[in-house]
């Protein structure tokens, strides 16, 4: 019964941001369904609202109640997306609505893929399901009536998936990466306003570029997580080639630009999902995460509209990506230096402490103490946070389910006395 659940979890988990996905791409982010009801400039209406919701609830993300807010939201997603295209005379008031409502659907909706061990390989196969079912649609040219409305009873799948347990975690880790995602994401969406129309006009394969992104997809998800650097530095340097290509404007290189920004957003996309989905609060990461993401979105618009000169826009989009890329390269390297030289002075601590007489190395650390309180399991669980391991990594690890190691967590800390693992962290590290 368990495994059972488990994969109906799993399954709605892909479907449900599948769902939001597809609706994202053909509805507010200027998708067909947009462009050929509300025009052009009402992605600003949604943009907006959706950016300051994601910005709040990162900052009061009261986990509590956000199942059920969230299922309204969806609801309420649902059934405003169905009325569109029949009321004409309200779109700026739907697409501001929208905005609200689609931010919490969609911190829901890939809360659900938390379910899988690895979600990020659940989130590309979601993404996969999405740009597939886009080109089946773009393909059938469906009316909008009946598009609307099957957008709308698509995105009813997110309230059948249970929300996965969530616990209080720092984010720090992710923070060092936001320049570089807010950078990339303002760069793109700058560079496919001012693509897609040549693009449409001059594609070789209309509808081949989505191919492009499904292949990147399925190669990040091999990488991650060993590789997740890597993958972000592709990511930013596809994003280099692509607006290198556009400035030499003929249909191939406008071509060869589509393609090359397919590539790189697959592999940020995934990066970002990688990112916001492995931390244990999955609610506050995403909402922290998807405002990065959208904040990138919302200020290409105003560099578009007033600058209006494209190649000036991208050729300083470059130089802002090619030292993003180097910047990246430093830092890393800058990291990895610094833990080499931590971890050679810890082994150099520990060879002198052999050395020590007897009396004085026996002499315990309060860490030590500790852990002769805990039982042998809740040993391990405490030994494997304190290096740093996320609550998945340490079931897969010792080889126990998720809801056990959040129980022997629980007990770790109410002998530790502290409340969550950041507070357990700095009390024995």
Same mark, same amino acid.
């Given at each position: 019964?368990?495994?059972? @659940?488990?994969?109906?979890?799993?399954?709605?988990?892909?479907?449900?941001?599948?769902?939001?996905?597809?609706?994202?791409?053909?509805?507010?982010?200027?998708?067909?369904?947009?462009?050929?009801?509300?025009?052009?400039?009402?992605?600003?209406?949604? +943009?907006?609202? &959706?950016?300051?919701?994601?910005?709040l +609830?990162?900052?009061?993300?009261?986990?509590?109640?956000?199942d059920?807010?969230s299922?309204?939201?969806?609801?309420?997603?649902? *059934?405003?997306?169905?009325?569109?295209?029949? !009321?004409?005379?309200? &779109?700026?008031?739907?697409?501001?609505?929208?905005?609200?409502?689609?931010?919490?659907?969609?911190?829901?909706? !890939?809360?659900?893929?938390?379910? &899988?061990?690895?979600?990020?390989?659940?989130?590309?196969?979601?993404?996969?399901?999405?740009?597939?079912?886009?080109?089946?649609?773009?393909?059938?040219?469906?009316?909008?009536?009946?598009?609307?409305?099957?957008?709308?009873?698509?995105l009813?799948?997110?309230l059948?998936?249970?929300?996965? #347990?969530?616990?209080?975690?720092?984010?720090?880790?992710?923070?060092?990466?936001?320049?570089?995602?807010?950078?990339?994401?303002?760069?793109?969406?700058?560079? /496919?306003?001012?693509?897609?129309?040549? /693009?449409?006009?001059?594609?070789?394969?209309?509808?081949?570029?989505?191919?492009?992104?499904?292949? %990147?997809l399925?190669?990040?998800?091999?990488?991650?997580?060993?590789?997740?650097?890597?993958?972000? #530095?592709?990511?930013?340097?596809?994003?280099?080639?692509?607006?290198?290509f556009? &400035?030499?404007?003929?249909?191939l290189?406008?071509?060869?630009?589509? /393609?090359?920004?397919?590539?790189?957003?697959?592999?940020?996309?995934?990066?970002?999902?990688y990112?916001? +989905?492995?931390?244990?609060?999955?609610?506050?990461?995403?909402?922290?995460?998807?405002?990065?993401?959208?904040?990138g979105? %919302?200020?290409?618009?105003?560099l578009?509209?007033?600058?209006?000169e494209?190649?000036?826009?991208?050729?300083?989009?470059?130089?802002?990506?090619?030292?993003s890329l180097?910047?990246?390269?430093f %830092?890393?390297?800058?990291?990895?230096?610094?833990?080499?030289?931590?971890?050679?002075?810890?082994?150099?601590?520990?060879n002198?402490?052999?050395?020590?007489?007897?009396?004085?190395?026996?002499?315990?650390? #309060?860490?030590?103490?500790?852990?002769?309180?805990?039982?042998?399991?809740e040993?391990?669980?405490?030994?494997?946070?304190?290096?740093?391991?996320?609550?998945?990594?340490?079931?897969?690890?010792?080889?126990?389910?998720i809801?056990?190691?959040?129980? /022997?967590?629980?007990?770790?800390?109410? @002998?530790?006395d *502290?409340?969550?693992?950041?507070?357990?962290?700095? @009390?024995?590290?």
């Open positions: 019964m368990g495994g059972g @659940k488990i994969n109906r979890d799993f399954a709605l988990g892909i479907a449900s941001f599948a769902a939001y996905d597809l609706w994202m791409l053909l509805f507010p982010l200027q998708g067909l369904a947009l462009l050929s009801t509300a025009g052009p400039r009402a992605i600003a209406f949604w +943009l907006v609202p &959706h950016v300051l919701t994601f910005s +609830l990162s900052l009061v993300p009261n986990e509590r109640y956000f059920p807010v299922k309204v939201a969806l609801l309420l997603t649902c *059934v405003f997306t169905a009325l569109f295209p029949y !009321a004409p005379q309200f &779109h700026g008031k739907l697409l501001l609505l929208l905005g609200i409502t689609s931010a919490l659907a969609m911190v829901r909706t !890939a809360s659900l893929l938390c379910h &899988h061990q690895r979600p990020w390989k659940a989130a590309a196969w979601a993404l996969i399901f999405a740009n597939i079912l886009l080109s089946l649609i773009l393909a059938l040219k469906i009316p909008n009536e009946i598009l609307f409305i099957g957008l709308g009873l698509f009813l799948i997110g059948f998936g249970s929300l996965p #347990a969530s616990a209080p975690s720092s984010s720090a880790s992710m923070f060092r990466y936001f320049p570089f995602i807010f950078s990339f994401y303002l760069l793109s969406a700058l560079l /496919y306003i001012v693509l897609m129309p040549h /693009y449409v006009e001059e594609a070789i394969f209309l509808g081949v570029e989505n191919l492009f992104y499904v292949a %990147t399925l190669l990040a998800a091999r990488l991650l997580p060993k590789e997740k650097d890597l993958v972000l #530095a592709l990511g930013i340097g596809g994003g280099i080639f692509a607006i290198s556009f &400035h030499s404007h003929v249909p290189s406008h071509n060869l630009s589509m /393609y090359a920004i397919q590539i790189a957003v697959g592999f940020v996309d995934l990066f970002c999902l990112l916001f +989905l492995t931390g244990e609060n999955y609610i506050a990461n995403l909402a922290k995460g998807f405002a990065c993401v959208f904040w979105v %919302t200020a290409s618009l105003p578009y509209y007033l600058a209006r494209s190649d000036f826009i991208l050729i300083g989009g470059n130089i802002i990506l090619g030292i180097l910047l990246f390269y %830092t890393e390297r800058r990291r990895n230096v610094k833990k080499i030289v931590l971890l050679t002075k810890n082994n150099k601590a520990f002198n402490q052999e050395t020590k007489p007897k009396e004085v190395w026996q002499t315990k650390s #309060a860490k030590e103490e500790f852990a002769q309180k805990l039982s042998a399991r040993k391990e669980v405490f030994q494997l946070t304190l290096e740093g391991k996320s609550i998945k990594e340490i079931a897969e690890e010792i080889g126990i389910s809801s056990s190691v959040k129980t /022997y967590l629980q007990r770790v800390y109410k @002998k530790a *502290v409340r969550n693992k950041q507070e357990l962290i700095d @009390k024995f590290r």
